[in-house]
């Protein structure tokens, strides 16, 4: 992915004959290829591993320090925003506004999502990425305006400006999470991001904690939308420190496989290029259509269906660090070398089926104890986590987190191990996050229509056994142990000269 419009005056790494390499320093590498034995240092200062006593920190143009900032940006816009989502109704005491605004979000998400494949690829990295988080800035002080006027129009606008930036900004961050790394650390880079990403919610969730620990109410005060707002600004500013992707180096002088000379005409044209020339990955669909389905159906109508205001916050912080957990276990697992990546994949597919019967079984008896025409009598009594029985629910929802974080890390692994080709994996991540945001607007759609809770969870449970079953071909016979450099070239302008590393040249 490239941008044309920043960077210019920072100097390139040149690809040179090993003979005429800057002075090489060996040293051992937690972040990069396991196979490089020595690193290169260009000498612009975007390429200076900074230090910290005897600590090397990667430089600003690697890989892992990109993929921390990008972790960052998310930290403080979409993490803040599922902070706030994950206490049903954005914090309000009733969902239906809220729920419209949210089908306005993702329906413009899953239109613009689809295709930011091809902005990504044009405008660039940063801006792309940095445009993306205004979006949520705007959504934060929406809410805090409905909480004084209940302004509903305005709402729902700012939930389709959120949508249109949204969908920037996931493709912008799949994209670099998994074209950046080597083929052998795609897992722990997924990992990394999603725990730093989601660290953001769970701190996010502990604000509106402390802030009503001691409130019996249903809905959260302004100060929680205020403290919301500031830091998704302060996201939106921070993607402007990442670097083009064409200055990215890896630790053993690789680079990332994109095009040189993107145009508006070109990338358009990929989107569909890559619908012919790889079309198994509609088989995959159905997978990223329900990977946010059952959001819906856990923040409403489990969470805040079920639970007063200081316990949906308790619930909200535990389902977040249960999704850091997820994200560790699988990250690391799924980058098992001992192990074939095929094999590895196979493995991957069906501990998914036994953790979504297993995880999904128990919400199905959890469900069976109230109804949506139970919970909207005036006297019913929601939950407090004072209250006898409350620690089964408790931990059902923290393998609610569990379970989510461990299916959006085995997608992202399954589609990154398919290529490492950044311009297709800009594609992969805009069908991805496009199809998963119109699954959300249908499912937010069916909620504010009073579909009972039980059909909710039903569909939720079918949709994700049922695209297991579509997409174990896909991830049974197209999955490969390595992904040549013959063929992650074939869907850019760029040559082999320009992506090859250091040590590739003295091989050769």
Same mark, same amino acid.
């Given at each position: @992915? +490239?941008?044309?419009?920043?960077d210019k005056k920072m100097e390139e790494p040149q690809s040179q004959p090993a003979a005429h390499q800057p002075e090489e320093r060996g040293r051992s590498s937690s972040y990069g290829s396991e196979d490089a034995e020595s690193l290169v240092e260009p000498r612009a200062w975007i390429y200076r591993a900074p230090r910290i006593g005897p600590l090397r920190l990667p430089w600003i143009a690697s890989p892992p320090m990109q993929l921390i900032i990008v972790a960052l940006v998310c930290f403080l816009c979409p993490g803040m925003f599922?902070?706030?989502?994950?206490?049903?109704?954005?914090?309000? !005491?009733?969902?239906?506004?809220?729920?419209?605004a949210n089908v306005a979000l993702y329906s413009t998400f899953a239109v613009v999502g689809f295709f930011?494949?091809?902005?990504?690829?044009? !405008?660039?990295?940063?801006?792309? /990425?940095?445009?993306?988080?205004?979006?949520?800035? +705007?959504?934060?002080?929406? !809410?805090?305006?409905?909480?004084?006027?209940q302004n509903a129009p305005f709402l729902i606008a700012s939930?389709?400006?959120?949508?249109?930036?949204?969908?920037?900004l996931w493709c912008a961050q799949g994209a670099i999470m998994m074209s950046y790394p080597p083929e052998t650390s795609k897992g722990r880079y997924i990992s990394w991001f999603w725990m730093i990403f989601n660290l953001g919610a769970v701190i996010g969730s502990l604000i509106p904690l402390a802030q009503n620990i001691d409130s019996t109410m249903n809905k959260v005060n302004d100060g929680t939308y205020i403290g919301f707002i500031v830091l998704m600004v302060l996201g939106a500013l921070l993607a402007l420190c990442l670097v083009d992707s064409k200055l990215v180096q890896r630790d053993d002088g690789s680079h990332v496989i994109l095009m040189k000379h993107p145009t508006w005409h070109s990338e358009i044209l990929g989107l569909w290029e890559i619908l012919r020339s790889d079309p198994y990955i509609v088989m995959l669909f159905p997978m990223f259509f329900s990977s946010n389905w059952f959001y819906t159906y856990q923040f409403n109508d489990v969470n805040l269906a079920r639970f007063n205001i200081r316990t949906r916050a308790l619930n909200n912080t535990l389902y977040w660090i249960c999704q850091i957990l997820g994200a560790f276990v699988f990250g690391y697992a799924l980058d098992m070398q001992s192990v074939r990546r095929t094999t590895r994949a196979k493995i991957a597919l069906f501990i998914l089926f036994m953790i979504t019967a297993g995880v999904w079984t128990g919400g199905y008896f959890f469900q069976t104890t109230y109804t949506r025409a139970q919970v909207t009598t005036k006297d019913?009594?929601?939950?407090?986590?004072?209250?006898?029985?409350? /620690?089964?629910? @408790?931990? /059902?929802? @923290?393998?609610?987190?569990?379970?989510?974080?461990?299916w959006q890390t085995c997608v992202y692994w399954f589609m990154g191990a398919l290529t490492n080709n950044g311009r297709k994996t800009a594609h992969f991540a805009g069908f991805y996050k496009g199809i998963q945001s119109a699954g959300a607007a249908v499912i937010f759609r069916l909620d504010t229509f009073g579909t009972p809770y039980m059909d909710l969870f039903l569909s939720c449970w079918c949709l994700l056994g049922g695209s297991l079953v579509l997409a174990t071909p896909v991830i049974i016979w197209k999955v490969q142990d390595s992904v040549s450099l013959e063929q992650d070239l074939k869907f850019t302008d760029q040559t082999e000269a320009d992506v090859v590393g250091y040590d590739h040249q003295k091989a050769s």
């Open positions: @992915m +490239v941008s044309n419009t920043d599922n902070a706030l989502t994950g206490l049903g109704g954005a914090g309000q !005491l009733s969902p239906n506004d809220n729920n419209n930011a494949g091809t902005f990504a690829n044009r !405008l660039g990295i940063r801006l792309t /990425l940095s445009f993306g988080g205004l979006g949520y800035c +705007v959504y934060a002080g929406a !809410l805090l305006c409905y909480n004084h006027t939930g389709a400006i959120l949508g249109l930036c949204a969908g920037l019913y009594h929601k939950f407090d986590f004072k209250d006898s029985g409350y /620690l089964g629910p @408790m931990f /059902l929802y @923290m393998a609610y987190g569990f379970f989510d974080a461990a």
